[in-house]
């Protein structure tokens, strides 16, 4: 079963700008859909975008034109470029597969100072 690890994240300033990186053990072709999820203090975790194998993506609306999901199959590596951040976004970032969800890693902090 291929494990996730998420990092890349940190603080930054509100219009800053972050790449954090989920790191599949093994290899993600096959694997349909790998999402970005995201959980501040007090609140549900939300899923923020998914890519497809296909590359096709989605994003929740809250990041929709800020945010950028991506994956480099070569690598076993999804991306989330983050840009234009708000304290909003402030947040512990997870990936996972919404297809089937596996157990939650430690994932990477980001926080966005106002």
């Known amino acids: 079963q291929v494990q996730l690890v998420e990092s890349g994240g940190g603080l930054v300033s509100a219009g800053g700008s972050l790449r954090p990186s989920c790191a599949a053990s093994?290899?993600?072709?096959?694997?349909?859909?790998i999402g970005w999820y995201r959980q501040a203090p007090g609140k549900q975790r939300e899923l923020v975008a998914v890519i497809s194998s296909s590359g096709c993506t989605r994003y929740a609306d809250s990041v929709k034109g800020r945010f950028t999901i991506s994956r480099d199959n070569a690598k076993n590596t999804v991306y989330l470029q983050m840009n234009s951040l708000k304290p909003e976004d402030t947040a512990a970032y997870y990936c996972?597969?919404?297809?089937?969800?596996?157990?939650w890693g430690q994932g990477t902090q980001v926080t966005v100072s106002s």
């Open positions: 996972n597969l919404p297809n089937e969800l596996r157990s």
């Open positions: 093994g290899s993600i072709v096959s694997i349909n859909a």
